[in-house]
């Protein structure tokens, strides 16, 4: 499908835009057909008869053939550049065996750097990784870093291991994958791209993103992922003269011991960053078994992961972001990870008392295995959790990697159901590149959680996708996610096959358009179709546009 993409307009431009004959998903109205769009605010939302009255050639007037107008997306956990760059690499997503990735690499073409993304050995038949020497051989001598699927760990070949100096580091052995201390460096060495190179990689991200509803996305940048001017080029596209993008929502990962330390970060970073939150890693991944545990991984003996703060320098870093009335917050998967993020909530409450915690709205990123008293300490401090609910969807099903790595400690992960029955503020992403930004995916995932108790409805999991997200980055318009008159004009157009209101208790009835109800509809999500995106709009301004729209 071609597309069409639009720059932002003058500040004298002010367009008035009809959208009629369709559906509109907003609360000031469960019925409504038609919006009216002036420049970056919705002035209206109500029925076909009375946009029929308001209708006039000052307008512009967009049947919508049926189509549903909706709040845009938001991505609550995104890395730009790694995106493009995983968008535009060698793709390992469908590989099954060690051969399969030996051949594929062998196969690319080009010069410099190999790069690639998405292997999952836990698919595989014979989970045995190459050796470096053979991804060295394959390569024909190029550098190959091959990032996991979870990009917590990856297969480097022998010559990017020496050229990274990854000899003695933590995380590094023989063999061609390396994690922690060692990853990072890999990865840096494999990141040596020019800055028009990075902004290409950026573009095309905002560009997948845009294409596919989002409105805005969480970019949570760090040290160990691409540094400060990665993050200062995120940044930059909010203010990019003459190209419409999704709003970037910037984080910094940094550790800061002291309110003068955190004050003297922010100062540094030249850039105004939301918090001192993302991808400050607490522990690591699941899937490359560096998620910090209380037990043992069950397929790995003796393996506890890597817990890389401890709970007295988690704890001065929300003490010192509660100070300066910022979000603080850290990237934890496992159980032992949450019990030493939740300790530091205790000392740092101790060391600034409680309100001044409650009141940053301080985030975790992920948590995946709680317990029901972890959720109620969440609760008790107001911390949102940003969650991805692709990950049940890719690795929650019966002999996943879950289940590989936890056993039956799996079957409680990702308690979405819990954390909304808790009161925990939870907001949805995709943690892109790890998972596509393909946001209906991640609403049905929500629906269709393995744990059917720890199921949500659509309408829940499409707020988290939406106002949710901006709530969590504190965002100064309080009416952002809804379409509502006086709201900010930020929403995505869709064609689908069929709208429901659909809900995870199979106690009920779970696909009904009763009227009497008088809950927005939103596309049906059973029929193994996602709802195609036909306009993206931000403040107004249009970010993508399919032909289709206007035909």
């Known amino acids: 499908m071609t597309t069409e993409r639009s720059t932002t307009p003058a500040p004298h431009e002010r367009k008035v835009v009809l959208y009629r004959n369709g559906s509109v998903y907003t609360a000031a109205d469960p019925f409504a057909t038609a919006m009216l769009v002036d420049g970056d605010t919705v002035a209206w939302v109500g029925s076909e008869q009375a946009a029929s009255s308001i209708a006039d050639s000052s307008m512009e007037i967009i049947d919508l053939h049926g189509a549903l107008v909706a709040p845009g997306f938001v991505d609550s956990h995104v890395h730009l550049t790694e995106t493009g760059i995983a968008l535009g690499s060698l793709q390992l997503g469908g590989i099954r065996s060690a051969r399969q990735l030996l051949d594929?690499?062998?196969?690319?073409k080009g010069d410099g750097p190999l790069l690639g993304h998405g292997w999952d050995e836990s698919t595989w038949e014979d989970p045995a990784l190459p050796a470096a020497e053979e991804l060295e051989q394959a390569a024909?001598?190029?550098?190959?870093?091959?990032?996991?699927?979870?990009?917590?760990?990856?297969?480097?070949?022998?010559?990017?291991?020496a050229a990274a100096g990854l000899g003695g580091l933590d995380g590094y052995s023989a063999g061609s994958q390396v994690?922690?201390?060692?990853?990072?460096?890999?990865?840096?060495?494999?990141?040596r791209l020019p800055e028009a190179s990075l902004l290409t990689y950026q573009r095309r991200a905002l560009t997948e993103a845009a294409e596919n509803g989002y409105v805005a996305l969480a970019e949570m940048a760090a040290p160990h992922i691409g540094g400060v001017s990665d993050l200062r080029l995120a940044a930059a596209w909010n203010t990019a003269a003459g190209e419409a993008m999704p709003e970037i929502l910037p984080y910094w990962g940094e550790l800061?011991?002291?309110?003068?330390?955190?004050?003297?970060?922010?100062?540094?970073?030249?850039?105004?960053?939301?918090?001192?939150?993302?991808d400050l890693n607490i522990d690591g991944s699941l899937g490359s078994r560096t998620a910090a545990l209380r037990a043992g991984y069950s397929d790995a003996a003796g393996?506890?992961?890597?817990?890389?703060?401890?709970?007295?320098?988690?704890?001065?870093?929300?003490?010192?972001?509660s100070l300066l009335g910022i979000q603080g917050g850290f990237h934890v998967i496992g159980d032992a990870g949450l019990d030493a993020a939740l300790e530091a909530l205790e000392l740092a409450a101790a060391e600034v008392g409680e309100q001044r915690i409650r009141a940053a709205g301080h985030r975790f990123e992920h948590v995946e295995?709680?317990?029901?008293?972890?959720?109620?300490?969440?609760?008790?401090?107001?911390?949102?959790?940003?969650?991805?609910?692709?990950?049940?969807?890719?690795?929650?099903?019966?002999?996943?990697?879950?289940?590989?790595?936890?056993g039956s400690r799996s079957r409680s992960m990702n308690p979405f159901a819990s954390f909304y029955a808790a009161g925990v503020p939870i907001c949805f992403?995709?943690?892109?590149?790890?998972?596509?930004?393909?946001?209906?995916?991640?609403?049905?995932?929500?629906?269709?959680?393995?744990?059917?108790?720890?199921?949500?409805?659509?309408?829940?999991?499409f707020l988290g996708h939406t106002r949710a997200g901006w709530r969590a980055a504190k965002?100064?318009?309080?009416?952002?996610?809804?379409?509502?008159?006086?709201?900010?004009?930020?929403?995505?157009?869709?064609?689908?096959?069929?709208?429901?209101?659909?809900?995870?208790?199979?106690?009920?009835?779970?696909?009904s358009t009763d009227p009497r109800a008088r809950t927005p509809l939103l596309p049906a999500l059973d029929t193994g179709v996602d709802p195609v995106c036909l306009q993206t709009v931000k403040d107004g301004v249009e970010l993508h546009s399919s032909p289709a729209l206007r035909s």
């Open 104 to 108: 594929a690499v062998a196969a690319a």
């Open 140 to 161: 024909g001598g190029r550098p190959v870093f091959l990032a996991r699927v979870d990009a917590h760990s990856a297969l480097v070949s022998s010559s990017l291991a």
């Open 179 to 191: 994690k922690r201390a060692a990853h990072t460096a890999a990865r840096q060495e494999a990141r």
């Open 256 to 278: 800061a011991t002291s309110e003068e330390q955190a004050r003297a970060l922010l100062d540094e970073l030249g850039v105004s960053v939301r918090g001192l939150a993302g």
């Open 303 to 321: 393996e506890r992961g890597s817990l890389y703060l401890s709970a007295e320098q988690a704890g001065a870093h929300l003490a010192a972001c």
């Open 369 to 406: 295995v709680a317990d029901p008293k972890s959720v109620q300490q969440l609760a008790r401090y107001s911390v949102t959790v940003s969650a991805q609910p692709r990950f049940d969807a890719d690795w929650g099903n019966e002999g996943g990697m879950y289940e590989q790595r936890l």
């Open 429 to 461: 992403g995709s943690d892109s590149p790890v998972t596509p930004l393909r946001p209906w995916s991640s609403v049905r995932a929500c629906l269709e959680h393995h744990n059917h108790a720890e199921r949500i409805s659509a309408r829940a999991a």
């Open 475 to 511: 965002h100064h318009n309080p009416m952002a996610g809804q379409l509502v008159p006086g709201a900010p004009a930020s929403f995505a157009v869709w064609d689908a096959e069929e709208l429901m209101v659909q809900v995870a208790d199979g106690r009920v009835q779970s696909w």
